[in-house]
């Protein structure tokens, strides 16, 4: 565990008890930390999110390329890893979407409490057309349904 990190001269990092570490070995603890020295090759879509962390999606390939440059994960094996729900894109941090695994995802869906509903409201009214009436009508009918 990395202890007392202080950036000093000459590209050193003092690190680990106040051992002296050069900034090429530190590099390449964090590329093994990250699973990217191929020590996770053919692990599953959801032990790499869980190893190195959520991936911002925003709509974008970084996921994927997430996935493949850590254990060589194909698009179709990380859709099928999507499709059996062992990973999801959802709503997260900042109001921003992140493929999570299915272990963090009532994590990820309380970070994104408070961040994106009034701008999705917004979003709705101004471009759909959407009224406060429907918004109301709606509002009731999930309670309706809940109820039931």
């Given amino acids: 565990m990395i202890m007392n990190c202080k950036i000093k001269e000459e590209s050193r990092v003092w690190i680990h008890y106040n051992a002296l570490m050069d900034s090429a070995t530190l590099r390449a603890w964090w590329w093994q930390r990250q699973g990217l020295d191929g020590s996770w ?3 599953s879509a959801s ?3 869980e190893r190195a962390g959520w991936a911002r999606s925003v709509g974008g390939a970084n996921p994927y390329l997430a996935l493949f440059s850590r254990a060589g994960t194909s698009r179709s094996e990380a859709d099928a890893a999507a499709s ?3 990973i999801h894109e959802l709503p997260s941090a900042r109001g921003c979407t992140y493929v999570v695994p ?3 995802f009532a994590l990820a869906l309380k970070v994104s409490q408070g961040q994106s509903e009034s701008g999705d409201i917004v979003t709705a009214k101004k471009f759909l057309g959407v009224t406060e009436e429907e918004l ?4 009731q009918a999930v309670v309706e349904v809940l109820d039931d």
């Fill in 41 to 43: 090759a053919g692990a």
């Fill in 47 to 49: 032990t790499v999110l």
């Fill in 84 to 86: 059996k729900a062992e």
């Fill in 102 to 104: 299915q272990s963090d």
């Fill in 136 to 139: 109301s009508r709606l509002a």
